[in-house]
T-cell receptor, first 113, second 111 residues
Framework: DTGVSQDPRHKITKRGQNVTFRCDPI?????LYWYRQTLGQGPEFLTY????????KSRLLSDRFSAERPKGSFSTLEIQRTEQGDSAMYLC???????????FGPGTRLTVT | GENVEQHPSTLSVQEGDSAVIKCTYS??????FPWYKQELGKRPQLIIDIRSNVGEKKDQRIAVTLNKTAKHFSLHITETQPEDSAVYFCAASYRDDKIIFGKGTRLHILP
């Protein structure tokens, strides 16, 4: 499969626990984006990387959220001390070079109980 | 900040008829306008896009128009089919930056 992949696809956690999600972009895509989507809404931008550099973070990304892309390939998104309001679909997308087109992964659905 | 407004939130059309979804954007620097289709439980899929140096683009039954002066852009689907039923998102972006999405239009194709 040459598309964007995300792992896990579903995660149920208790409030206060830490969770980590992984995104593998399309091979050779140098830009990687994280979005969050809640029910009935469009995806909301969280952060993005060009290679290993994190270039922008949304105000939505509180101090409990951190993202990394250490080798410029896969990325991880960690949420510490999860809250019920963190329940959402976390989507990853990637794009290549000067192309504006972003291709999305299947998402990780997080449920915080 | 950047904002994208999308209308209507729900649209029902008879199979074979046309559907039109309209969006406005706030950031005049936006120069890329993608449209995504999202089926229930699936990832958003890019169906068509337009850049600010073009006023219209067509791909088979789908067309997009852009009015930069008014900061409006629209999606037109002709000869609608049952498989067109989904949520459609308009979006705006500046260069290769983050995409700002509208809230979506749920399109129902009636038999």
């Amino acid at each position: 499969d040459t598309g964007v992949s995300q792992d896990p696809r579903h995660k149920i956690t208790k409030r206060g626990q830490n969770v980590t999600f992984r995104c593998d972009p399309i091979s050779e895509h140098n830009r990687l984006y994280w979005y969050r989507q809640t029910l009935g809404q469009g995806p909301e931008f969280l952060t993005y990387f060009q290679n290993e550099a994190q270039l922008e973070k949304s105000r939505l990304l509180s101090d409990r959220f951190s993202a990394e892309r250490p080798k410029g390939s896969f990325s991880t998104l960690e949420i510490q001390r999860t809250e019920q309001g963190d329940s959402a679909m976390y989507l990853c997308a990637s794009s290549f070079g000067d192309s504006y087109e972003q291709y999305f992964g299947p998402g990780t659905r997080l449920t915080v109980t | 900040g950047e904002n994208v407004e999308q209308h209507p939130s729900t649209l029902s059309v008879q199979e074979g008829d046309s559907a039109v979804i309209k969006c406005t954007y706030s950031d005049s620097a936006s120069n890329y306008f993608p449209w995504y289709k999202q089926e229930l439980g699936k990832r958003p899929q890019l169906i068509i896009d337009i850049r600010s140096n073009v006023g219209e683009k067509k791909d088979q039954r789908i067309a997009v128009t852009l009015n930069k002066t008014a900061k409006h852009f629209s999606l037109h689907i002709t000869e609608t089919q049952p498989e067109d039923s989904a949520v459609y998102f308009c979006a705006a972006s500046y260069r290769d930056d983050k995409i700002i999405f509208g809230k979506g239009t749920r399109l129902h194709i009636l038999p």
